[in-house]
């Protein structure tokens, strides 16, 4: 049997955080009633002008920069016409021959290995409307609030090889737009989607074998199912003799299924001119240069910094930058004294958990960097256990007060009492005689039980450290 090697080029559909729309002023927001948010201009009535968003540019310069592209100083808007029923206008303005960014990289890491995957472009471009089929009615309904909300689309090599290359080249575009504010990324608002244009050939081979397009996967899950059911699907049409169509599908996530859409058109299909109601658009170096100056710490050194200033694990660094909201949030907590491992547990594990549970966003952390910073002290110092500490942490998700106004109002501050501590350890000793005597026999982790006793006992008040030390004395 021959064996075979994947190629994967991406799309990816970033939708700008802009408040108004690319050529008229309504708004953006997610989540509007529907048909609310429209205008002449996004319609596309006759006579309607469109005017450039100016925040669409540089958002889009942005996005190039960080990604190692060369911004023009000059480009301009094309229409590409095609109709669907999600575009009243029967055209979308698009950038063709002259995007804004182009030859770009990135540099990921999939299964350990390292890897350079090139952009070819980014260009910006209006999205459509919105449809909605209701199968019970068998009505399609239409909404206008998406026509013209400005988008990204960034086009990359065909470099990667496999779904894990694809979902870390994904993984990384996701957290530099979010590091640098252009766009919130919600995969599940549609703010970033992506079509995934693969092909497989005999290893070996240098051609590209005919490749597919599936459109529009919204979640990394979906692009990793459906990356792993094509290359499946057109290595079993080669081996049984069958031939590669290219065509565009769709990817049923439900089902775990991809499914032929129609006929992959070609650019002259899209009649391209040069959009006649816009002027091109001229970028001065100086001002491609502030753009770059006003970039933030992008992603990828930020992961170096925690691993070399905060001696944080590979794995946690990741972790962390990921999620833009919540490596700020650490770099202040560290800024305000908290130590940077305890900080960084806190916001991998209690954390995210209690905003899930409050329902929440990232970004709704209901106290300050400087609050955390406070409870991590008052665990290092003894004042109060770490257990204690995660129930504080619950207290500042539903109070508005500090860990010591917590702590003092609940009465938890850790014992430290010598006279309390043997006390209750000579108990928990006396209720458990097996223990005892399993620990002095030799069975080390008999003593994890009776610390467990003992923290019970009192609360989960007690200083661990002197239970333990007190155990051991009276055990040897
Ligand atoms: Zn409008």
Redesign the pocket.
């Known amino acids: 049997m021959t064996a075979y090697e994947t190629v994967i080029g991406l799309e990816i559909h970033v939708e700008l955080a802009t408040k108004s729309?690319i050529f008229?002023?309504?708004s953006t927001t997610f989540g509007a009633d529907v048909n609310t948010?429209?205008?002449p201009?996004?319609l596309g009535l006759p006579g309607a002008l469109p005017v450039i968003n100016e925040k669409v540019v540089e958002f889009a310069a942005k996005a190039g920069l960080a990604t190692n592209c060369r911004v023009a100083n000059y480009c301009k808007m094309d229409r590409k016409n095609y109709f669907y029923p999600d575009l009243p206008k029967a055209y979308q303005i698009s950038q063709y021959d002259l995007p804004i960014c182009e030859d770009g990289w990135l540099d990921i890491e999939a299964d350990g290995t390292g890897k350079r995957v090139g952009i070819i472009r980014i260009h910006m471009e209006e999205d459509a409307g919105k449809l909605t089929h209701n199968d019970k009615t068998g009505h399609s309904y239409f909404d206008v609030n998406r026509c013209?909300v400005p988008l990204l689309e960034i086009v990359t090599q065909p470099h990667m090889n496999s779904a894990a290359e694809a979902k870390a080249m994904l993984e990384n575009i996701k957290e530099i737009m979010e590091t640098i504010g252009v766009s919130d990324c919600k995969m599940e608002e549609g703010s970033l989607r992506c079509d995934v244009n693969l092909s497989v050939r005999p290893i070996g081979q240098e051609a590209f074998g005919t490749r597919t397009e599936t459109k529009n996967l919204n979640s990394f899950r979906s692009v990793v199912n459906s990356i792993s059911f094509e290359e499946k699907r057109q290595i079993r049409v080669l081996e049984t003799g069958g031939k590669i169509i290219q065509e565009t599908r769709r990817w049923d996530d439900e089902l775990g299924v991809g499914y032929s859409m129609r006929s992959k058109e070609n650019e002259q299909d899209y009649r391209y001119f040069p959009e006649p109601d816009l002027v091109p658009i001229v970028l001065p170096q100086e001002k491609i240069d502030a753009l770059k100056e006003s970039l933030p710490e992008l992603p990828a050194i930020r992961r170096n910094r925690y691993k070399t200033v905060y001696g944080l694990s590979d794995a946690d660094a990741r972790q962390l930058v990921f999620v833009p909201a919540f490596a700020n949030f650490l770099d202040e907590a560290i800024a305000a004294g908290a130590t940077p491992k305890a900080a960084a547990n806190f916001l991998m594990v209690g954390i995210p958990f209690l905003l899930k549970e409050n329902n929440l966003t990232e970004n709704q952390i209901p106290f300050s960097p400087a609050i955390l910073a406070e409870l991590i002290a008052l665990i290092e110092n003894n004042t109060i256990s770490s257990s204690i500490g995660s129930q504080v942490l619950a207290e500042l998700f539903s109070q508005k007060a500090s860990p010591k106004e917590i702590i003092e109002a609940k009465g938890w501050s850790q014992v430290s009492d010598t006279g309390l501590i043997s006390q209750a350890v000579a108990a928990a000793i006396a209720e458990n005689p097996q223990s005892a005597a399993d620990y002095k026999s030799g069975k080390g982790q008999a003593l994890g039980f009776l610390v467990g006793q003992v923290m019970r006992a009192t609360g989960g008040k007690a200083n661990p450290k002197m239970v333990n030390e007190e155990l051991k004395k009276r055990l040897s």
């Open positions: 729309k008229c002023s309504c948010q429209g205008c201009v996004c013209g």
